[in-house]
């Protein structure tokens, strides 16, 4: 377990490095998840202690939203003047999000069909 943590924290930490080192307009977190990602497909397989870590890590999902919460209330002045563009990336985001949630489901459901005939 102390590991996989290790591991997450490393990919977090070289997103970051990432993401300073070549002045991108991308979080850090996002960039070292990508790196990450691409690290494991090349593994072929996610490591057992990876699984049960992330795992915990899933069922406590909700306490990892408090940051970004608090971060968000405090920007409340700065919503406050710009409403209309918060509001439409709201909305935007999320209909893309329940358009391509739509799009997947009906792609596996076609797959899971093909192949049980």
């Known amino acids: ?28 977190a996002l960039v070292g998840m ?17 699984q049960r870590t992330a795992g915990g890590l899933l069922g406590h999902m909700m306490l990892l939203f408090i940051p970004s919460v608090v971060a968000v209330m405090t920007q409340v002045d700065y919503i406050a003047a710009e ?22 489901l009906q792609f596996l459901l076609k797959r899971t069909r093909r192949d049980e005939c």
């Not at 377990?1 to 490095?17: K, P, T, V």
């Open 34 to 50: 990508a790196v990450f990602l691409l690290a494991l497909i090349s593994l072929g397989r996610t490591p057992a202690a990876l």
């Open 83 to 104: 409403w209309l563009p918060f509001i439409a990336a709201c909305l935007a985001g999320t209909a893309i999000t329940i358009v391509v949630t739509a799009a997947t």
């Open 1 to 28: 377990m102390l590991y996989a943590i290790a591991a997450l924290l490393l990919f977090q930490f070289l997103g970051e490095a990432i993401s300073q080192w070549l002045d991108i307009a991308l979080p850090g």
